[in-house]
């Protein structure tokens, strides 16, 4: 697991609230939203924001591939790095 990649994961326990879990238990291919993780829409929005401030990156909610990036952390991990280097 890359460093980014567990701070991710670390910014999704701490921005959801989701103090019952630990890093260890979110999974970087496990399905954030729905049968995987259970986040919702408003999870998302949470979440979105969350990284755009914590990375300082625009994330474009109407653009055909946000979703895909938020499918996991290791895409959204994907995602953060190539925002940061552009």
Request: without cysteine.
């Amino acid at each position: 697991m890359s460093d980014l990649q567990l701070e991710i994961k670390n910014l999704i326990i701490d921005a959801l609230g989701l103090e019952d879990m630990s890093a260890d238990d979110i999974g970087a291919e496990q399905t954030l939203f729905g049968e995987g993780l259970g986040l919702d829409s408003v999870d998302a929005l949470e979440l979105g924001l969350a990284i755009q401030k914590r990375f300082g990156i625009k994330i474009d909610a109407e653009a055909k591939d946000t979703r895909k990036h938020f499918a996991n952390v290791a895409s959204l991990a994907a995602f953060v790095s190539a925002q940061k280097a552009a």
